[in-house]
């Protein structure tokens, strides 16, 4: 039976609030969530994307704030205790401004690569992170090749010219930054080919077709990893979706046939690739990658961003996302910028959320809902912890996970503007849980099993 520990509340007015343990129901009645023992994906983490706009943000605060933060994202006795974080191979749209690792034009030979930029905005971020949380898990994408190796020559827009020596080279530009990176001491552990490999914006892009990802992967990335020896894993993403969003949705079925089903049904191409990554729209053909390559592991590889006004609305909105894909069996979730100042403005224009602002005239961080969100779900969801299976009317309102000691956390939304008793079971004893108006609750038992 479960045996409660913890009830955990954050609302509008108060954020994470320790709340008296729930009433034992003995009038009966039913549960509008039970657990059951069913027991689903592996758990790999949480965690976000270190930009460069971030690691100038966190540089405006005062140093005992500064390493608090950073404490709180990345150590194991933190708030957060991210787990597995994502990092750009060149300008991402959240740098201070475009750039690669070579842009010297003609450079098949990847003689003029430097990550030297690297060293003054993202390794310092990076080893700070790493310092607090060795086993900080990494992985990486480009937002665009270098221009030289685009049709057109622009960093926007525009796609990767497809010949044969263009691609060598940019096989060769995946394996020159791991490892650049590792001799930075700096691992790693995961490649993603191409953040939104449909995004045609003005900040730094590329498109690519599924034809294109199952080519490039199968006949020269793949190839050669495995010519210098690297351990790094091959994933297929980032995956998203093209706008208008409306005309997306009217077709929304064929992305899994256009992009993942397009590589992972090629076997030379699906022997190099560990994984699959999603985000933003690319929820729409998540549930349909997983059921027909459910050996498969799977990643939220970006939160979706709003208009950096960081609402209570938009928190309520990205707990529906957390729920959405951990349904649908992702095995990490990540957040996209961790850090950055007032409204989030980036380098291209337009102003995005985030968990933490910096206010530089006040000299102070300030830690909004979507912290919170990520909160209720990572610092209890630790690394090896399973989702296991939950029914009932509240079952769209919540995640359940085991976690590697044995206990059970149910993460749970009251997305109603007036308070809302929901009943919690594993089918013996029943608890009361009296949910403030539009809050985020986590809740921790025991199982103990009867003799």
């Known amino acids: 039976m479960l045996q409660p520990k913890r009830w955990i509340s954050s609302t509008r007015e108060r954020s994470w609030e320790e709340k008296g343990l729930p009433h034992l129901l003995t009038n009966g009645g039913t549960a509008e969530l039970t657990l059951t023992d069913a027991v689903y994906q592996n758990v790999e983490g949480f965690g976000g994307c270190f930009n460069e706009l971030g690691f100038v943000a966190l540089s405006q605060l005062p140093e005992e704030q500064r390493t608090r933060v950073l404490f709180d994202l990345f150590h194991p006795d933190g708030e957060q205790k991210f787990s597995i974080c994502r990092l750009p191979i060149g300008a991402s749209d959240y740098a201070l401004e475009w750039y690669s690792h070579n842009e010297t034009d003609g450079d098949y030979a990847m003689e003029h690569f430097s990550i030297e930029r690297d060293r003054k905005y ?17 992985f990486a994408s480009p937002w665009s090749p270098p221009t030289w190796m685009k049709h057109p020559k622009a960093y926007n827009y ?19 930054f791991v490892q650049a990176y590792k001799e930075e001491g700096i691992t790693v552990h995961q490649i993603h080919v191409q953040n939104e490999v449909v995004a045609d914006q003005k900040f730094p892009s590329c498109v690519w077709t599924g034809e294109q990802l199952r080519e490039f992967i199968r006949d020269y990335l793949g190839p050669a990893f495995e010519r210098h020896g690297l351990d790094t894993e091959i994933w297929l993403g980032t995956i998203n979706a093209p706008e208008p969003w409306d005309e997306w949705v009217k077709k929304k079925v064929t ?8 590589v992972l ?30 050996e498969l592991r799977y990643m939220q590889t ?12 938009y928190a309520q909105y990205v707990f529906n996302l957390f729920q959405h894909y951990f349904t649908n069996r992702v095995n990490a979730y990540i957040y996209w910028n961790m850090v950055l100042g007032p409204k989030g403005r980036s380098t291209w224009g337009w102003e995005q959320n985030s968990m933490i602002t910096v206010d530089k005239e006040q000299q102070r961080a300030i830690l909004n809902p979507e912290y919170y969100v990520m909160k209720h779900f990572s610092h209890f969801v630790t690394p090896g912890s399973k989702r ?22 149910v993460v749970l939304a009251n997305p109603f503007k007036e308070a809302r008793t929901v ?7 029943i608890y009361g849980f009296e949910l403030e108006p539009e809050s985020f609750n986590t809740m921790l038992f025991d199982r103990q099993i009867n003799e």
Do not use: M
């Open 122 to 138: 993202l390794i310092p971020y990076i080893k700070e992170a790493l310092a607090l949380n060795p086993e900080l898990k990494l």
């Open 158 to 176: 525009g796609t990767l010219r497809w010949e044969h020596e263009n691609l060598e080279a940019y096989a060769l530009y995946f394996v020159k």
């Open 255 to 262: 992305d899994h046939d256009a992009y993942a089903h397009t």
């Open 265 to 294: 049904s090629d076997p030379e191409a699906y022997k190099y690739i560990k994984g699959v990554g999603y985000q933003w729209a690319g929820k729409w053909a998540i549930q349909r990658t997983v059921l027909s390559y459910p």
């Open 302 to 313: 970006e939160n979706e961003c709003g208009d950096g006004t960081n609402t209570w609305e």
């Open 388 to 409: 296991i299976g939950q029914q009932g009317h509240w079952f769209g309102n919540a995640v359940s996970y085991v976690t590697p000691s044995g206990e059970r956390v």
């Open 423 to 429: 009943r919690i079971s594993d089918g013996t004893e």
